[in-house]
């Protein structure tokens, strides 16, 4: 019953660094997003997913890369780390049945700061 | 386009006080899903609510309970008999029924419960 697992939880990077991001949810979704959540500023959209091998971007995409080779996974990638980029990163899942009960199913959110 | 606003940045009620968190929306579409979700300290995000455009009933589960407005663009939550374990950001959010699937996020409102 593991639902989304984000993995690490905490990580801290030095400008410049490149880190992935891990995201894998086990409830066979087709809908995967990527979040960022800055105090007072709520979730902003990075990139989704609406099924393995199609992705796109969303509000705030720039310094990010993603890719969705298989349903399970939707890894974020940070390739040149900036300090703008110290965030708490949310990976959500949903079904996309918006038409009967579709909601996002959160994981447990990775803290990241570049220092 | 969509927007989602919670003009209530913080609030702080004592305990067994009853208070409402409020949400405005915007959206051009006709069909569209409005949530709730709640973030406690401890950082994970937490469903509580969807509502579809199409149903005005207001809700209520337990101490918690929903208002929605079509005619405001409103949907309100009230917690009757606050609790210091309702401490926590509550987020509104706001989904369009136009295929992509994203879910738009207010800033959130940050609930003080003081025993």
């Known amino acids: 019953n593991a639902g989304v697992t984000q993995t690490p939880k905490f990580r801290i990077l030095k400008i410049g660094q490149s880190m992935t991001l891990q995201c894998a949810q086990d409830?066979?979704?087709?809908?995967m997003y990527w979040y960022r959540q800055d105090p007072g500023m709520g979730l902003k959209l990075i990139y989704y997913?609406?099924?393995?091998?199609?992705?796109d971007k969303g509000e705030v995409p720039n310094g990010y890369n993603v890719s969705r080779s298989t349903t399970e996974d939707f890894p974020l990638r940070l390739e040149l780390a900036a300090p703008s980029q110290t965030s708490v990163y949310f990976c959500?899942?949903?079904?996309?049945?918006?038409?009967?009960?579709?909601?996002?199913?959160f994981g447990s959110g990775t803290q990241l700061s570049v220092l | 386009a969509q927007k989602v606003t919670q003009a209530q940045t913080e609030i702080s009620v004592v305990e067994k006080e009853d208070v409402t968190l409020d949400c405005v929306y915007e959206?051009?579409?006709?069909?569209?899903?409005l949530f709730w979700y709640k973030q406690p300290p401890s950082g994970e995000l937490v469903f509580l609510i969807r509502?579809?455009?199409?149903?005005?009933q207001n809700e209520i589960s337990g101490r918690y309970s929903w208002n929605f407005q079509k005619s405001t663009s409103s949907f309100n939550f009230t917690i009757t008999a606050s609790q210091v374990v309702d401490s926590a950001v509550y987020f509104c959010?706001?989904?369009?029924?136009?295929?992509?699937?994203?879910?738009?996020f207010g800033t959130g409102t940050r609930l003080k419960v003081l025993a």
């Open positions: 409830m066979n979704h087709n809908y």
């Open positions: 509502r579809n455009s199409f149903d005005e």
């Open positions: 997913s609406v099924g393995a091998g199609i992705t």
């Open positions: 959010a706001l989904s369009e029924a136009r295929g992509t699937y994203k879910y738009i």
């Open positions: 959500a899942s949903s079904d996309g049945q918006q038409a009967t009960n579709e909601k996002l199913f």
């Open positions: 959206t051009r579409d006709t069909t569209y899903y």
